[in-house]
């Protein structure tokens, strides 16, 4: 089916005159005729009947343009999206932790978009419910463009590169016998029932990372998805946890225990799959986050 023939066909079941809409496409009245009845020579039904020098749509005519129209406005928005991706605009899918959504993902985003100023450039962000296992997954069905996560070890497929930082903290409730403390071992953690994060979080790779250099495991009350929830877990008194040092944990009835051996740094990195075609505006992107995190790994949530 030519596609051609379809806008033109669209054009005449809007001005209802062969002239007109032979003059607004820029084509001759016999070319327009000629078209069109290809066109329904293919379909095997009449699009058109005469009304006086005007012609109408046929209730198979009706139908057909109400298909094509959406048809032809899906191609061309698509068409134009790659347009502009090819010219170093349009949109970027983005998936990132929600912890990173508080500070870095909003400064980093709109110092781009200074950046850029005149150029189309849309931003679609994921991020309720997601964890790195999820964004990675999202990176190989190509689902998300970039993320911003933690690192696992056996993703072959996929380039990780550092860019934000948090320290890792032990919270527990302000009437918890470790309270009294100003830092703390993870050792002296063992003997108190412990709140953990999912497998599917790389959080848990770091924290399960921590308790083998010690060669001991904590006695786990919960196994939790989210920082947050497993803050206002603690602070309800179900348990201690290790933690990122998050703005939240600040405004909630903990007490937050800087951990001094083995200490550690959860590393963030922006995410992408190796050796796959990336339009320019993702490209551009991913250089503008290397060049603003190079000289800093300036996220810190302390």
């Excluded at 899918?93 to 200074?114: H, W």
């Excluded at 918890?176 to 994060?197: G, N, R, W």
């Excluded at 505006?281 to 190079?294: C, D, H, M, R, Y």
């Amino acid at each position: 089916m030519n596609l051609y023939h379809l806008r033109y066909f669209v054009t005449l079941a809007h001005l209802e005159h062969y002239t007109k809409a032979a003059d607004v496409l820029a084509i001759t009245q016999p070319s327009l005729s000629h078209a069109i009845s290809s066109l329904e020579e293919e379909l095997g039904v009449k699009l058109f009947e005469k009304n006086g020098r005007n012609v109408s749509l046929t209730k198979y005519g009706k139908s057909f343009l109400e298909d094509v129209e959406q048809t032809l406005n899906r191609l061309d928005s698509s068409v134009n999206g790659l347009q502009l991706a090819g010219k170093g605009e349009g949109q970027i899918d983005v998936a990132f932790l929600r912890t990173l959504g508080v500070d870095f993902m909003p400064k980093i985003i709109r110092s781009f978009l200074n950046a850029n100023k005149g150029k189309q450039i849309h931003f679609n962000l994921f991020c309720d419910k997601v964890l790195t296992g999820d964004i990675l997954t999202g990176l190989k069905e190509k689902k998300y463009d970039i993320g911003f996560c933690s690192k696992f070890d056996d993703e072959p497929l996929i380039e990780f590169i550092p860019v934000a930082k948090q320290d890792l903290v032990v919270i527990v409730p302000p009437e918890h016998p470790l309270a009294e403390k100003s830092e703390i071992h993870l050792e002296e953690t063992l003997p108190y029932k412990q709140i953990i994060f999912k497998k599917r979080s790389g959080l848990r790779q770091i924290i399960d990372q921590l308790f083998k250099s010690i060669g001991q495991y904590p006695d786990v009350a919960f196994e939790i998805d989210e920082d947050q929830v497993a803050a206002g877990f603690v602070a309800n008194d179900f348990g201690i946890c290790i933690a990122p040092d998050i703005p939240i944990l600040h405004s909630l009835n903990l007490k937050i225990l800087p951990l001094v051996s083995p200490s550690w740094q959860r590393n963030f990195y922006m995410a992408m799959l190796k050796d796959v075609y990336h339009p320019p505006v993702v490209e551009a992107f991913k250089k503008f986050v290397i060049e603003e995190t190079s000289r800093e790994i300036f996220y810190k949530t302390n």
